[in-house]
């Protein structure tokens, strides 16, 4: 009897340490987080363990950074109109780069080469303090290809800009850049569901016009000495077939919104100097040494290149694709006008002035539609 006694007490003191263990894996995940990851991470440097799952470590990698990714967008939502805030800024940047680059006297992909080398020995050691590499493992085939997919069309289009951007004055560059969105706002529709009401048609009917008010077609206002040189249209042709495809960069942007900022401009940047580099063999062109004044200015293109990229991948996680098109090349003529003004001392007339407030008029209402629609939740 006593035998029997002692084996059904230690059966019930088995039952509740095995019931003990359930309640505790039922708690919820907030309370048992700091604990299970200790546990987990002490565990995985047994050679045994690690031996019998050889993935543990990167999904654990993988996890705590994604947890520190929603803890840094979280805080970034908290300020009022973050994204568009980091817009104003992408675009103060954007018009020091354009300046720059009208003031240089090298080829397009020598100065895209040049830059992305810059920006590449900036971006690397970003990416391993972050242990964020370009080309994350954890990631599915189809992610790595957007990567890459990415990083071409960037390359492409940036050449693209930087040609235009030597020929046409950086209004009219702004001005036909702008038109972007309306590419943005149809495949942001048809890949990735987002809404495309009155607001946005609005704003885009309104961008179109202060477009037209600017560039002045011929067949519209005239011709003029500028409007019949072949080089000028010959530039606003590349602009537009550049825009159409930087377009899809938006859409992939949206798709990589959670992955690291370091990684994807890292990515980016190592196409890009592959990239240039093939089509610097393939067509001949000549490289040759900058002067220290041209050094100087690669190095602030590489600066503000890598922070505008940085401020340009944080809004696109806190903001719709379509509203950062908009709002960034609304923003970036206004800005491209008055540095017109100011710099080259390139006044618009009473044409141009009416596109500027179209622009400006496109800026608002699309600063409208949050608060319509708060009002309306309220």
Request: proline fraction near 5%; glycine fraction near 4%.
């Amino acid at each position: 009897m006593v035998d029997t006694e002692r084996k059904g007490e230690a059966q019930q003191s088995c039952q509740n340490i095995t019931d003990s263990g359930e309640k505790e894996a039922m708690l919820p995940a907030a309370e048992t987080a700091p604990n299970d990851v200790t546990t987990v991470l002490t565990s995985s440097t047994n050679p045994a363990d690690s031996a019998d799952n050889p993935d543990s470590s990167p999904h654990i990698a993988l996890n705590i950074s994604s947890e520190k990714t929603e803890k840094k967008r979280s805080i970034l939502k908290r300020i009022p109109k973050c994204g568009l805030i980091l817009i104003v800024f992408k675009v103060l940047l954007n018009c020091i780069h354009n300046f720059t680059v009208k003031t240089l006297d090298l080829h397009p992909t020598l100065i895209v080469f040049y830059r992305s080398v810059i920006i590449l020995t900036m971006a690397l050691p970003w990416t391993i303090v972050a242990e964020k590499p370009p080309f994350p493992p954890g990631i599915s085939l189809k992610f790595q290809g957007l990567l890459l997919l990415r990083g071409v069309l960037s390359c492409s289009h940036t050449m693209a800009d930087i040609f235009s951007m030597q020929i046409l004055p950086l209004g009219d560059f702004q001005m036909i850049s702008a038109l972007q969105p309306i590419f943005v706002s149809f495949l942001a529709r048809l890949f990735l569901k987002e809404a495309f009401g009155v607001f946005e048609v609005s704003a885009l009917l309104v961008m179109i016009s202060g477009v037209t008010c600017v560039i002045k077609p011929p067949f519209m206002f005239g011709s003029d000495e500028e409007s019949t040189n072949s080089m000028f249209w010959t530039a606003a042709g590349v602009l537009l077939v550049s825009k159409v495809v930087q377009s899809n960069n938006f859409i992939i942007l949206r798709f990589l919104r959670d992955q690291s900022a370091a990684a994807l401009i890292a990515s980016r940047e190592i196409i890009f100097t592959l990239g240039c580099f093939y089509v610097i063999m393939i067509v001949n062109i000549q490289l040759n040494n900058p002067t220290t004044e041209s050094k100087l200015k690669v190095l602030a293109l590489g600066c503000c290149t890598m922070m505008s990229s940085v401020f340009n991948i944080l809004a696109h996680k806190l903001e719709e694709a379509h509203t950062v098109s908009l709002a960034n090349r609304s923003l970036g003529i206004v800005f491209a006008v008055l540095t017109d003004i100011i710099v080259f001392n390139d006044v618009p007339d009473s044409v141009a002035w009416i596109g500027v407030v179209l622009v400006i008029l496109a800026i608002i209402i699309l600063g409208a539609k949050p608060l319509i629609q708060k009002r309306r939740k309220q």
